[in-house]
Structure formats: structure tokens, C-alpha cells
T-cell receptor, first 113, second 108 residues
Framework: DGGITQSPKYLFRKEGQNVTLSCEQN?????MYWYRQDPGQGLRLIYY???????QKGDIAEGYSVSREKKESFPLTVTSAQKNPTAFYLC????????????FGDGTRLSIL | GQQVMQIPQYQHVQEGEDFTTYCNSS?????IQWYKQRPGGHPVFLIQ???SGEVKKQKRLTFQFGEAKKNSSLHITATQTTDVGTYFC????????WGAGTKLIIKP
């Protein structure tokens, strides 16, 4: 079954700590995305990647970093510079960036300890 | 920059009543997509519209794309408890720009 796997489902961060959220897809999609969703709010784009070894900042990239070393994987690091990291983080992929439906993982809920 | 406005933010309906959510863009869109997010879940793609004036139906759901390709609507006829969730529109010419969503709440 093809799909997107995000892990962990729940994550707790201590002050001053960096944490990494995993996202893996086996859909053979070129494009991948990270979104942040706050309670009762819409989706805000953090970073996206059109192809391996390439990624672009979205609307709220400050305090986050990504890498795209493999087509299947697009991990997101929430750094200590992100002062309000508590949110629901969603990873998505699509065949390409332009005009294609996005497929989402189940998400990771990040909280501050 | 490009924006997609979605209204209303919430809609409370009795089961069996209709529901409609509207999206408006500041610029012409090459396509518009609709997604549903159940409580605690992730957005799931419902449909994509690409042509001016396009209307598509999925059972009780009717999706429309405006003639100017700047607005769109989703109408649900005779809502059921399974329709509960937040409906998002997303459109754009390259990157998707997301609306804020409309939450469908069924009154007890």
C-alpha cells in the first residue's frame, strides 16, 4: 500500500532542544511539503521540496530546517529558535508542485515539556 | 501576495440540512482543490476543478468553479454525521494557497 508515514505520532520537546520529525513516502512523488496547523486554524506552509537536494522556504520557515537527500524522505527539524513549536505538523507529497493533489501523512503532534 | 479567503469559519446545521462553504481568490487560479479533514485527522483530497464554470458532483457534494476562476463553492445536500469535519479549499498557479477552512458542526 502506497502512502506517507510520519513519526512519531506524539513528540515532546524540552527547552533549548532540537527535535526532528520524520516523513517517508513510497508514492514515487517528486514534491514534498511540511505544514504547521494550530488548533482550529488552517495549514501554513513551512518548507517544500520539488526534487531531491532542493527545497524552498514557505511562509513560516523561521526556526525550522529540512533536508531532502533521498526522494522518499523529507525530515523536518524544529530548532530551539522556534519559540512556539506546539502544533500539529503535517507532511504531504504530490507528483509535482504545480496543480497536483497532495497526499498527507497522519501528522505529528509536538508539545513543549 | 496571493490569498484565498474562505467563509464561513464555522457552520452549525441540523442533520439533514444543507451546508455551503465559499472560497474567493484575489487572483485567477489555474485550478482549485477541495480537502476534508475529520477531527483529529489529516486533510484528504476530495476533488480538483480546472475549467471555468466547472461543476462536479460526488453523491451529495457539489463543487463549482466560477466563470472567472477566482471563486469556488462546495455544497453538501442533506448533511449526515459522517460529513462532520473541516473543509478546505486550496488553489494556485504553482504552489497551493490554502483557505482557512470551514468547520461543519452538526447540532445535537
Amino acid at each position: 500500500d502506497g502512502g506517507i508515514t510520519q513519526s512519531p505520532k506524539y513528540l515532546f520537546r524540552k527547552e533549548g532542544q532540537n527535535v526532528t520529525l520524520s516523513c517517508e513516502q513510497n508514492l514515487n512523488h517528486d514534491a514534498m511539503y511540511w505544514y504547521r496547523q494550530d488548533p482550529g486554524q488552517g495549514l501554513r506552509l513551512i518548507y517544500y521540496s520539488q526534487i531531491v537536494n532542493d527545497f524552498q522556504k514557505g511562509d513560516i520557515a523561521e526556526g525550522y530546517s529540512v533536508s531532502r537527500e533521498k526522494k522518499e524522505s523529507f525530515p523536518l527539524t524544529v530548532t530551539s529558535a522556534q519559540k512556539n513549536p506546539t502544533a500539529f505538523y503535517l507532511c504531504a507529497s504530490s507528483i509535482r508542485v504545480s496543480g497536483q493533489p497532495q497526499h498527507f501523512g497522519d501528522g505529528t503532534r509536538l508539545s513543549i515539556l | 501576495g496571493q490569498q484565498v479567503m474562505q467563509i464561513p469559519q464555522y457552520q452549525h446545521v441540523q442533520e439533514g440540512e444543507d451546508f455551503t462553504t465559499y472560497c474567493n481568490s484575489s487572483t485567477t487560479l489555474s485550478n482549485i482543490q477541495w480537502y476534508k479533514q475529520r477531527p483529529g485527522g489529516h486533510p484528504v483530497f476530495l476533488i480538483q476543478l480546472v475549467k471555468s464554470g466547472e461543476v462536479k458532483k460526488q453523491k451529495r457534494l457539489t463543487f463549482q468553479f466560477g466563470e472567472a476562476k477566482k471563486n469556488s463553492s462546495l455544497h453538501i445536500t442533506a448533511t449526515q454525521t459522517t460529513d462532520v469535519g473541516t473543509y478546505f479549499c486550496a488553489g494556485g498557479n504553482y504552489q497551493l494557497i490554502w483557505g482557512a477552512g470551514t468547520k461543519l458542526i452538526i447540532k445535537p
